[in-house]
């Protein structure tokens, strides 16, 4: 819609009481993003289109969130809360400034998509005042009741408010739509509170554009697309349709997958070609998967760049700041944590690689273990490219192991180990007693090590 300007208001003033829990409603998850990232991502973003959030009084987090997904998101703060409408001009500043289009969505419904805000959107180049997203409900109670005659939107009913006859309709509103821009303000600051709720209802809009003799339609969309979440058992339901949506594309997008309903996926995750995920697979955010990747079963990623041709589990652990290069091969319980390790690279089986550069080719035995912490803070490893470290072997951080360097099974290095070199049996029994007079030196320095 190219050529008008927009103006997307979303209402996340809600307390979420229902979800009982202390995370503001909007905040919490489906599919690795805020319910309020996937309405944000999914309101028009081309040049010409502003963005504004509502929220509540102590909701700081809400308003993070918000830049967080859209950095030009301007907040605005609902001091009471008086209704939907209420809600609205909280941000009158912005509405003020008379986009074409105002479109009005409520900061829970995560499963909107850009499609259908360009279809409400479309009413409005053709004269019409307001378009109203509706849906047939399989259970409306609780919906405001939309009243038409023909194809004209006469007016929306709240539940509270409703007549028994009006309450039998099971067209319902969405809680989406679009007004006119530069009537918008006249006709909400119109709205008064005369109802059982003393609420200001946006939904009165439909009438007093009727008042003033404007048009008003509606646009019809699945129930699906507009599920509000209002409890644990709504976003967990929310979940599953999104799920359902992320396996297609992926499977559209070529990815291999024998078992999808068992894949859980990331909004934002991506797949190169000829990628296969193996059933059981947990993918969390800011995860990339690069061409012929093989993702076995029982593995948990988040945060991680997969290279080329890299094989990972089962049961792998990559955890986030993670980046295995080219036919890097990860097996079975391993964990990984801000690693980058290079082309080649394998760790087989058994171990923990945190905080570490490991380079190409290099094979670092089962059981070996970056010993990162010390209990005051945490170290980097350096494994050169093509280093060979021997099963059940602690390296304690900072330390640097050489390229080509060879570390014997079950040694302790404390110490930088050169290139080339050998790091044997011999040399542990110092290193130990190296490493234990570090931890009391700062112990006597008063600084308490912390768990972990
Ligand atoms: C609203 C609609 C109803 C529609 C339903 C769809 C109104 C009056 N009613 O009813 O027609 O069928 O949604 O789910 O609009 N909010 C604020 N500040 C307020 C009040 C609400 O920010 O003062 C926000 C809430 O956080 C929520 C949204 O607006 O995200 C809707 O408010 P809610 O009270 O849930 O309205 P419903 O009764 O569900
Ligand atoms: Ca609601």
Request: hydrophobic fraction near 40%; aromatic fraction near 4%.
């Amino acid at each position: 819609m190219t050529g008008r300007t927009t103006l997307t208001i979303v209402l996340a003033a809600g307390e979420g009481t229902r979800m009982r829990s202390k995370t503001p409603k909007v905040l919490h998850p489906v599919a690795g993003q805020s319910l309020l990232a996937h309405v944000l991502g999914a309101a028009p973003k081309e040049n010409s289109a502003a963005l504004a959030v509502v929220i509540a009084p102590d909701h700081e987090a809400v308003a993070e969130e918000a830049r967080r997904a859209r950095r030009d998101a301007a907040i605005f703060v609902q001091r009471e809360r008086l209704g939907t409408a209420h809600a609205v001009l909280a941000a009158r500043d912005a509405i003020a400034r008379g986009a074409d289009d105002l479109l009005i969505v409520f900061g829970d419904t995560p499963l909107i998509s850009a499609a259908t805000f360009e279809r409400l959107r479309a009413p409005l180049k053709s004269g019409a005042a307001l378009a109203v997203l509706g849906f047939r409900a399989a259970d409306p109670t609780g919906y405001g009741r939309l009243l038409v005659e023909g194809d004209r939107l006469i007016a929306i009913r709240e539940q509270a408010d409703a007549s028994p006859a009006e309450r039998a309709i099971t067209l319902c509103n969405a809680g989406v739509m679009a007004l006119d821009g530069r009537k918008a303000l006249d006709i909400i600051d119109k709205i008064g509170n005369a109802n059982s709720k003393r609420e200001y209802y946006l939904t009165d809009a439909v009438a007093i554009v009727r008042n003033l003799g404007l048009e008003a339609v509606v646009i019809e969309t699945s129930e699906d697309e507009v599920r509000g979440i209002n409890t644990k058992a709504q976003l967990a339901e929310a979940e599953q349709v999104m799920q359902t949506r992320l396996r297609k594309a992926a499977l559209e997008a070529g990815v291999t997958m024998v078992a999808p309903e068992t894949v859980f996926l990331t909004a934002d995750t991506k797949f190169g070609k000829d990628v296969t995920i193996e059933p059981f697979v947990v993918i969390g955010p800011g995860v990339s998967i690069s061409d012929g990747a093989v993702i076995h079963s029982f593995s948990h990623i988040v945060q991680s760049s997969i290279g080329k041709n890299t094989s990972v589990g089962p049961y792998a652990r990559l955890r986030p700041g993670t980046s295995l290069g080219e036919g890097a091969r990860i097996g079975n319980f391993v964990e990984t944590k801000a690693a980058t390790l290079e082309a080649g690279v394998k760790v087989n089986h058994l171990s923990y690689v945190g905080d570490a550069h490991v380079g190409a080719n290099a094979n670092i035995g089962a059981g070996t273990i970056t010993c990162n912490y010390d209990g005051f803070a945490k170290h980097k490893t350096e494994i050169g490219a093509g280093a060979f470290v021997g099963t059940n072997s602690s390296l304690v951080a900072p330390v640097k192991i050489g390229s080509g360097a060879y570390i014997g099974s079950g040694s302790v290095i404390t110490r930088d180990v050169p290139d080339d070199a050998m790091a044997l049996e011999r040399s542990q029994q110092t290193n130990r007693e190296g490493g234990a007079k570090r931890y009391r030196e700062m112990k006597t320095r008063g600084k308490a090590p912390k768990g972990g």
